[in-house]
């Protein structure tokens, strides 16, 4: 859109803090305790609570069965052929029997239908959280305690996945309940993208060992993923052939799928299943020509139907599981949310963020009590489930009720399943994930200190495992802040020719210092850890050594305090020797010598009478003191400007250390005899700086303008005693 160049005229007296105070009315916002809310009680709060926490009963009365109830069936049959093969598949990335993907494909369902509010994000298994939860168990299996026998080895791990389920849920749910939702702010984009891409590698990286037929060590902890990589090319020459065309076959047809349905997608109903009609194939394949027994391939095995029974969790794992447990509680969230936002605002609904930590912490609660293992939200099936026609979470009950079908009578059969078609599963179900090394390229022209988190984040991740190199990358992002902040850019600010608008001199030629008058502004607001850069990058900008110049003022000064001494002693003794002379000296010294070593000194005269001006001693003892010394009079420079303004704008809080910065500031500019006013601070800062006792005699609110044109208005004005106006008119 061209704005249309047009002046407009604003006819206003110069306001200075005290002044809008004056004409606003403005007194202090009252304060909420909204903390005396929570224990009230009535009909509408506990109708109002009964709903934020159960949302299915706000919308499942209002479910418009006619239009709504066929695409939530056919998108939950949709879903539930895809978690099929990624719950065996994922059970497996997680170090566990594939049954337990199974499991976790039912329980945390249908617990988040209950209890959450984004409409067509899909729960359950998750390439990243399985291989997150994989690494935890890796690293247990290392314990001394771990079981040698294959049976107990698989229920050793099943209770440290179960155990860190529930852990993950109780962090979750405690954390929603306190409305901390905020914490996944915490993450940013890039860094969750580089996260899940580092995820992502070494996800590919484990399925290695399934694809080749080969068996590695267990490693966990820093390096584990460089050295994984170096034993799979170590032990290359043991591969199983009939493993690796059995994968590499499975990887082609999915592919090919894929492309297919890409290709047909308009007109198409529903997506071609082709993982599910892949394992199918595979299953058949593999039981005909007894792949496992001939060529050496290994398969799933045995899958028992029916549920297993609740258990209780193993408090032995709790101290050894809490740290891995909160960051998979975070990561799980942070990927739930980012997604449920999305949908959210495609489809015009909102998403409760802390509704949502709560009913993912209790889909992993109790999950984890029915030895699932942690669950988040997986992309590629919510996107199933918004573009086959789902609506509500319907369609996830609708996939959990299959599911649970599959567990009581079909999942014996597919014990014969290969583990080299799952692990190609998993491998091209990482494409999304892998796609996002694009970003560097993006973030490259875009945002260079966005692309440093990612590459750090993902290079940590790496090198590191998931564990440690999420803190570090947590860690690396909020540091990267706080020297943003102690970098910022600082600008001397000019006015453009018939404005009102101040810009940095710099970037517009056509700004123009107004002379006699600097103004400074920060792009960064001031606290503790810039402070002092502020002062230092101010002095030097204003192309005036303050320091010096008032270093070089008491030196000065201290050389006529201590000449005035030796007058004085002097005339003490002339007076005790000969006091008949005719002649005397008449002493005027300013009483606030005091002060001067506190950098206040207001300056002292001297004056000699000799002659015929003995008479008029004692007359002169009634002047009034002589103003104090100037630098002119001292012989220094002076700056070549009498008022500072400082541009406050950017300032959102100011703490002690601000504060006091900001009266050093005063005090050192006013001692080399120029002005400073405050320009544009916004009312919670002016109320700050009044609480942090920063105005007294000397600094006012007469001294704070509204402003920058106000201030410079004004200084204009205190320059030219002359000139008096109260009223500002400016063309714009």
């Not at 692990?423 to 090394?437: D, E």
């Not at 920060?522 to 850890?529: D, K, V």
């Not at 400073?676 to 007294?696: N, R, T």
């Amino acid at each position: 859109m061209e704005l249309q160049k047009q002046d407009y005229h604003v006819e206003r007296p110069l306001l200075n803090q005290e002044q809008l105070e004056a004409l606003g009315h403005w007194s202090s916002a009252p304060k909420t305790h909204q903390w005396r809310t929570w224990f009230q009680c009535s009909r509408s709060r506990a109708h109002a609570f009964l709903l934020q926490h159960f949302p299915i009963l706000a919308w499942l009365p209002r479910y418009p069965v006619r239009d709504w109830l066929l695409g939530d069936l056919l998108s939950g049959l949709s879903v539930a052929i895809m978690q099929l093969p990624q719950g065996l598949a994922y059970a497996l990335l997680a170090g566990l029997p594939p049954v337990y993907g199974l499991y976790s494909s039912f329980y945390p369902v249908f617990i988040y239908f209950l209890f959450g509010t984004s409409r067509h994000i899909s729960v359950g298994t998750f390439a990243v959280m399985s291989v997150m939860v994989g690494s935890v168990v890796e690293s247990q299996s290392q314990n001394e305690n771990f079981p040698v026998n294959g049976t107990e080895a698989d229920d050793y791990r099943v209770q440290v996945a179960s155990t860190l389920s529930i852990l993950v849920g109780l962090f979750q749910v405690g954390l929603g309940l306190v409305h901390f939702g905020f914490v996944v702010t915490y993450l940013s984009e890039p860094l969750v993208r580089s996260y899940t891409t580092a995820a992502s590698v070494q996800v590919f990286i484990s399925q290695l060992k399934y694809v080749f037929g080969i068996s590695l060590t267990s490693r966990s902890g820093p390096l584990s993923l460089i050295y994984t990589v170096l034993e799979v090319c170590w032990k290359l020459p043991e591969t199983v052939v009939g493993t690796l065309i059995t994968a590499l076959v499975s990887g082609v047809v999915l592919v090919l799928v894929k492309l297919l349905n890409g290709k047909l997608q308009r007109y198409l109903p529903l997506p071609i299943p082709g993982e599910l009609l892949t394992l199918i194939g595979a299953t058949g394949i593999s039981y005909g020509v007894d792949l496992k027994n001939r060529f050496g391939v290994d398969v799933v095995g045995s899958i028992p139907a029916g549920l297993v029974p609740p258990v209780a969790p193993k408090p032995d794992f709790f101290a050894s599981l809490v740290g891995n447990a909160f960051a998979i509680a975070v990561v799980g969230f942070a990927i739930a949310i980012s997604l449920g936002k999305i949908f959210a605002l495609r489809h015009g609904y909102r998403v409760d963020s802390n509704q949502e930590l709560v009913a993912l912490g209790l889909s992993n609660l109790v999950g984890g009590i029915f030895k699932c293992f942690p669950v988040s939200c997986s992309m590629s099936r919510s996107l199933v489930q918004e573009s086959t026609g789902g609506n509500t979470q319907v369609a996830g009950a609708v996939s959990s009720l299959f599911i649970l079908l599959i567990i009581l009578k079909l999942g014996e059969l597919f014990q014969d399943l290969p583990k080299a078609v799952l692990a190609a599963t998993i491998i091209v179900n990482l494409k999304g994930m892998m796609m996002q090394f694009s970003d560097i390229c993006h973030l490259w022209k875009t945002n260079r200190v966005d692309l440093l988190i990612w590459l750090v984040t993902f290079v940590a991740t790496i090198l590191l495992n998931l564990d440690l190199g999420l803190a570090v990358a947590v860690g690396f992002s909020l540091l990267l802040v706080v020297v943003r902040t102690q970098l910022p850019h600082y600008s001397i600010l000019g006015q453009v020719p018939d404005t009102d608008v101040y810009r940095d001199v710099t970037e517009y030629t056509e700004a123009k210092e107004v002379p006699g008058i600097k103004v400074f502004r920060s792009s960064a607001t001031m606290y503790f850890a810039n402070a002092e850069l502020y002062g230092d990058t101010l002095k030097e900008r204003c192309g005036v050594d303050v320091d010096h110049l008032i270093s070089q003022k008491k030196k000065l000064l201290k050389k006529q305090e201590q000449k005035l001494k030796r007058q004085q002693k002097a005339q003490k003794s002339r007076e005790k020797g000969s006091p008949s002379k005719d002649t005397s000296v008449s002493i005027n010294v300013d009483t606030n010598l005091r002060d001067m070593k506190n950098n206040d000194v207001e300056g002292s005269g001297v004056k000699e009478n000799t002659g015929d001006e003995i008479e008029d001693a004692s007359a002169n003892d009634q002047e009034p003191a002589k103003s104090p010394p100037t630098l002119k009079s001292l012989g220094l420079p002076q700056p070549d400007f009498h008022t500072l303004i400082l541009d406050l704008s950017t300032l959102s809080f100011v703490d002690t250390v601000c504060i006091k910065n900001l009266k050093n500031i005063f005090r050192d500019f006013r001692e080399i005899e120029v002005e400073v006013y405050i320009a544009a601070c916004h009312s919670p800062v002016v109320a700050q700086l009044e609480a942090g006792q920063f105005f007294d005699a000397s600094i006012t609110k007469q001294h704070v303008f509204v402003s920058v044109h106000d201030a410079v208005i004004f200084a204009l004005q205190h320059s030219k005693p002359d000139s008096i106006t109260s009223v500002l008119a400016t063309k714009l």
